[in-house]
């Protein structure tokens, strides 16, 4: 087993998942088609969001996609839904798709440039 480091686990993660751009993730935001899952911790999400979405930060996100877990989220039980993942920059989300990914997760995808890309292209932010 070889030592990696992080930015390489996200290089890899990134080579396994597909990312859309935000003015993708605009669009389905404003369609509401599409379950947006901000992966962010919940400071970060209360400081500002994308409208629609919900916080499910990424340490617990997995066992929030476990029907037999307390603490569990039904809208990410059915592994063939549409998800859009974001964080920060998108790194997180990287990984967090790349995890959903292994669990089974047909239709998950990591917003592109994260959270920052999203406020750099002026688009509507959130906050509550």
């Not at 629609?52 to 990410?76: K, Q």
């Not at 790194?91 to 890309?117: C, D, I, P, T």
Request: aromatic share 8%; with cysteine; charged share 25%.
């Amino acid at each position: 087993m070889t030592d990696s480091t992080v930015q390489q686990l996200i290089s890899e993660a990134k080579k396994e998942i597909v990312e859309v751009d935000v003015l993708k993730v605009e669009k389905i935001s404003k369609e509401g088609s599409q379950l947006i899952v901000d992966v962010r911790e919940p400071a970060e999400y209360s400081e500002g969001h994308i409208e629609g979405s919900i916080n499910v930060p990424r340490g617990v996100l997995e066992f929030r996609t476990d029907p037999t877990y307390p603490g569990g989220i039904p809208s990410l039980y059915d592994k063939s839904a549409a998800i859009i993942l974001y964080c920060r920059s998108g790194a997180r989300s990287a990984l967090a798709a790349q995890s959903l990914k292994l669990l089974g997760y047909e239709a998950v995808v990591s917003m592109a440039g994260g959270f920052v890309a999203w406020e750099s292209s002026n688009l509507l932010v959130v906050t509550y």
